[in-house]
């Protein structure tokens, strides 16, 4: 069964960081791709970032590009996203998704091409 859980969500100024961790169980976390959403009240689930399996190609929303900076632990079955010069509109609960085809030099964007995914973390930035 696989299984992913993140955490490292909270309470947090504008302008300051978190760093969200998915933890990956039950499958052989190193041959896909990763991916982080967000879904902020009212507004449908959207693409944050994504890496390969190999950590050679990274994909960002232009809303967060420069900002955000996602990260994976092969050794650790880990995935991260540094989170900084927050602001109140990045507010939303954070899922990570595991990319449902393994080996694939693709990195997607769209909620779709995932199949496994988080309980989600909360992130709210205070203006």
């Known amino acids: 069964q696989v299984q992913l859980v993140e955490s490292g969500g909270g309470l947090v100024q504008a302008g300051g960081s978190l760093r969200l961790s998915c933890a990956a169980s039950?499958?052989?976390?190193?041959?896909?791709?990763m991916g982080w959403f967000r879904q902020a009240p009212g507004k449908e689930r959207e693409f944050v970032a994504a890496?390969?399996?190999?950590?050679?190609?990274?994909v960002y929303a232009d809303s967060v590009k420069g900002r955000f900076t996602i990260s994976r632990d092969n050794a650790k079955n880990t995935v991260y996203l540094q989170m900084n010069s927050l602001k109140p509109e990045d507010t939303a609960v954070y899922y990570c998704?595991?990319?449902?085809?393994?080996?694939?030099?693709?990195?997607?964007?769209?909620?779709?091409?995932?199949?496994?995914w988080g309980q989600g973390t909360q992130v709210t930035v205070s203006s």
């Open positions: 890496i390969s399996w190999s950590r050679v190609r990274t």
């Open positions: 998704a595991s990319d449902a085809s393994a080996w694939t030099t693709l990195v997607h964007t769209a909620e779709e091409e995932y199949d496994y």
């Open positions: 039950g499958r052989t976390f190193s041959s896909y791709a």
